[in-house]
């Protein structure tokens, strides 16, 4: 079957420096994504990664590990605007959901 | 702004009608897809459509259809509709199918009363 594990909610302090953590298991694997998604608006591409390491663009960067079915999306320099929940999907190979969503994880930034 | 386009924004409707989405993909985007997100909800995926195809079917109900016009454009149809339809609609496309990012509209806020 296809499940995303990732954190319900975090917080972290505007400045500061934060991790979210992603585990997957799918039918095949083609790719992990992160998007954003301030409440109530579209889910905006943050980041993709295929192959095993660290991709950084800008504040933030994301992470992969396949041979442990695990990724995490680090924010630096954290701004109020980056409240807003962030969403790990996986593009499986097999199956019939192109792309699998976690639930994602709120993030709170607090002065 | 990501080039997808949906309407109507909002809407808000009675129990047993039946409404249309409308989806315009980015140029030269052929795949569309279409997720509900209920409050507090991941985004469930429910159909995809490839070059006017049927590509892949998620947990789509019987009373939900959807069509991809020669245009490109998109149109998910509700009907007799229930409150827990309620939801945000989103539309993303993408240009192959299978292994490219997509990109999401900005939604249809759905309301049934």
């Known amino acids: 079957g296809q499940n995303i594990d990732q954190p319900t909610e975090m917080t972290a302090t505007e400045g500061a420096i934060v991790q979210i953590n992603c585990t997957y298991q799918?039918?095949?694997?083609?790719?992990l994504f992160w998007y954003q998604q301030h409440a109530g608006e579209a889910p905006t591409f943050l980041s993709y990664?295929?192959?095993?390491g660290l991709e950084e663009k800008g504040r933030f960067s994301s992470f992969l590990s396949r041979s442990k079915g695990y990724s995490y999306l680090l924010l630096k320099e954290l701004q109020m605007k980056d409240s807003a929940s962030y969403l790990c999907?996986?593009?499986?190979?097999?199956?019939?959901?192109?792309?699998?969503f976690g639930k994602g994880t709120r993030l709170s930034v607090i002065a | 702004d990501s080039g997808v386009t949906q309407t109507p924004k909002h809407l808000i409707t009675a129990t047993g009608q039946r409404v249309t989405l409308r989806c315009s993909p980015r140029s030269g985007d052929l795949s569309v897809y279409w997720y509900q997100q209920s409050l507090d909800q991941g985004l469930q995926f429910l159909i995809q459509?490839?070059?006017?195809?049927?590509?892949a079917k998620g947990n789509i109900l019987e009373r939900f259809s959807a069509q991809q016009f020669p245009d490109l454009h998109s149109e998910l149809n509700l009907s007799s509709l229930e409150l827990g339809d309620s939801a945000l609609y989103f539309c993303?496309?993408?240009?192959?199918?299978?292994?490219?990012?997509?990109?999401f509209g900005p939604g249809t806020r759905l309301t049934v009363l």
């Open positions: 459509y490839y070059n006017g195809e049927e590509r």
């Open positions: 799918t039918s095949g694997f083609n790719g």
């Open positions: 990664n295929v192959l095993d």
């Open positions: 999907a996986v593009m499986a190979s097999r199956g019939n959901t192109p792309l699998v």
């Open positions: 993303a496309s993408s240009v192959e199918p299978s292994t490219d990012t997509q990109y």
